[in-house]
């Protein structure tokens, strides 16, 4: 499910990402061109490798679809920023996350934890 943000962040968030399902899913990922503040609440989810996501993390700009996998049931949001949205609220540079999986409790700004 899509939410939309307030007037406030709208310049800068294109959208909420909200995901629940008690099941086993698949997700399609495509490229956006949009950066992601991703949060797990509920169980995990995997890449097309086998390779479980971080709790919380900031996705990079895809060149690539991907497909996302969970074993069980799920409980996620996610940021979607504007293309240039996310530079206002982090000092990150883009070009170390492209194609890329930042997890935030590895970063040095315990601000963004």
């Known amino acids: 499910m899509n ?4 007037p406030l962040l709208a310049p800068y968030v294109k959208y909420y990402w909200v995901v629940k399902a008690d099941e086993t899913t698949a997700i399609q990922t495509v ?7 991703v949060f797990h609440r509920g169980g995990s989810m995997y890449f097309s490798d086998g390779e479980q996501q971080p709790q919380s ?10 497909v996302l996998q969970s074993k ?3 409980d996620m949001i996610a940021v979607i920023f504007h293309p240039l949205g996310f530079n206002v609220f ?5 070009q170390l996350i492209y194609n890329q999986y930042a997890d ?8 963004l934890k």
């Open 3 to 6: 939410v939309l943000p307030s």
């Open 104 to 111: 935030v409790d590895s970063m040095e700004d315990a601000g």
């Open 57 to 66: 993390f900031i996705r990079g700009q895809l060149s690539g679809p991907g």
């Open 31 to 37: 490229p956006s061109g949009c950066i992601h503040l």
């Open 90 to 94: 982090f000092s990150l540079p883009l």
């Open 72 to 74: 069980g049931g799920i």
